[in-house]
């Protein structure tokens, strides 16, 4: 009898030390007999990585790796993809518990549907005490199973919404086809609707992922998809990249950005290009109107610290804004961005001889 194919966990975590336990004690339930488990350890500043250490040192299995700087969990996922043999991987946040026939269950899903990318389950919430506080609505999991690949993308981008249907088990050939995880809110999105090019997303309909105390507000996790934010660097800088302020107009543009340089001929890469805007607006459209006016509204802040700016840096913050008004004008051009336009056109010249 062939052997289970083995999953890689790849739990990250960042100053868990009271939490994380409880969320490895969860991998190592699985009924699922092949698995290999990488705890990280984020740059943690409290005890977290002495109980990684605890762990490994009862099962020799388990490998550790420490980070001497907190990245985020953008790195963190990208090197779930990029490191490890096993033919399937789990990325897996420090944060929540998933059920012991969790890998089980999804792992039957996967081989038994070889185009399968990728499959999660359905989820709940719950508190540190235990107590359940809530389950995800039926219609948060993804069931993008169409034969064609773009009328799976849509799928994505139509319906996905809460990160249990993001935590799931990859199959790793076709995480191998995607594009390298950008700084970019949304960035989930837009991995989800472009794994969906390469491959089938399903769900196990049973609550078996449990996510600690829910999701957070939307612009700060914007502020932590940036690399300025994952370095410490403060988001007033005059440096740093300013698409955190327009969170969900930043997400649908960076499907854009992903699919124009996506596995696909050049006419089907522009039909999703030109359906993106569309989708948007249908989900989003008075959250990003709003988004949008709130920009309109501080740009004159931002100007004027341009115009306090040496040349460098005010070219800099020129180009940061110029991207966040040219995806607002895309996404909701009822909001008229002109006169803000003209006057960044006098920094974007040639430097001064």
């Known amino acids: 009898m062939p052997s289970l194919p083995t999953v890689d966990v790849n739990l990250f975590v960042y100053n868990g030390a009271a939490t994380v336990g409880q969320a490895i004690e969860s991998v190592l339930a699985q009924s699922w007999p092949n698995l290999s488990l990488t705890l990280t350890d984020d740059g943690s500043t409290d005890g977290t990585l002495q109980v990684l250490q605890q762990y490994?040192?009862?099962?020799?299995?388990?490998?550790?790796?420490?980070?001497?700087?907190?990245?985020?969990?953008?790195?963190?996922?990208?090197?779930?993809?990029?490191?490890?043999?096993?033919?399937?991987?789990?990325?897996?946040?420090?944060?929540?518990?998933?059920?012991?026939?969790?890998?089980?269950?999804?792992m039957a899903v996967l081989l038994g549907h070889p185009n399968c990318a990728m499959c999660h389950a359905a989820g709940l919430i719950f508190r540190h005490e235990g107590n359940i506080v809530g389950r995800y609505p039926p219609e948060h999991c993804l069931d993008a199973t169409d034969t064609e690949p773009q009328a799976r993308a849509l799928h994505v981008m139509q319906r996905y919404t809460s990160s249990p249907s993001f935590w799931g088990i990859y199959r790793?050939?076709?995480?191998?086809?995607?594009?390298?995880?950008?700084?970019?809110?949304?960035?989930?999105?837009?991995?989800?609707?472009?794994?969906?090019?390469?491959?089938?997303?399903?769900?196990?309909?049973?609550?078996?992922?449990?996510?600690?105390?829910?999701?957070?507000?939307?612009?700060?996790?914007?502020?932590?998809?940036?690399?300025?934010?994952?370095?410490?660097?403060?988001?007033?800088?005059?440096?740093?990249?300013?698409?955190?302020?327009?969170?969900?107009?930043?997400?649908?543009?960076?499907?854009?950005?992903?699919?124009?340089?996506?596995?696909?001929?050049?006419?089907?890469?522009?039909?999703?290009?030109?359906?993106?805007?569309?989708?948007?607006?249908?989900?989003?459209?008075?959250?990003?109107?709003?988004?949008?006016?709130?920009?309109?509204?501080?740009?004159?802040?931002?100007?004027?610290?341009?115009?306090?700016?040496?040349?460098?840096a005010a070219q800099w913050q020129a180009r940061s804004i110029g991207g966040c008004i040219l995806a607002a004008q895309t996404m909701v051009p009822e909001v008229d961005f002109s006169p803000a336009l003209l006057e960044l056109a006098a920094f974007t010249g040639e430097p001064d001889q």
């Open 172 to 312: 790793r050939d076709a995480a191998d086809l995607l594009s390298p995880i950008r700084y970019r809110a949304g960035w989930d999105h837009v991995l989800l609707a472009e794994l969906a090019l390469y491959g089938e997303i399903r769900h196990v309909p049973d609550c078996l992922y449990w996510r600690r105390d829910g999701g957070k507000p939307v612009l700060t996790l914007a502020r932590a998809a940036t690399e300025q934010g994952c370095r410490g660097v403060p988001l007033d800088d005059e440096l740093a990249e300013q698409r955190w302020r327009t969170p969900l107009i930043t997400t649908a543009w960076a499907h854009l950005e992903m699919f124009a340089a996506t596995r696909l001929a050049r006419d089907e890469r522009l039909a999703l290009m030109r359906a993106v805007p569309d989708v948007y607006r249908q989900r989003w459209l008075g959250l990003m109107l709003r988004e949008a006016e709130a920009l309109r509204t501080y740009l004159p802040t931002l100007l004027d610290q341009m115009e306090r700016s040496d040349r460098t």
């Open 56 to 106: 490994a040192a009862r099962r020799p299995g388990i490998c550790i790796r420490h980070n001497r700087h907190n990245g985020g969990a953008i790195p963190n996922f990208q090197r779930a993809f990029w490191f490890g043999e096993a033919d399937f991987v789990m990325p897996k946040s420090g944060d929540d518990v998933i059920a012991p026939d969790f890998v089980e269950r999804v």
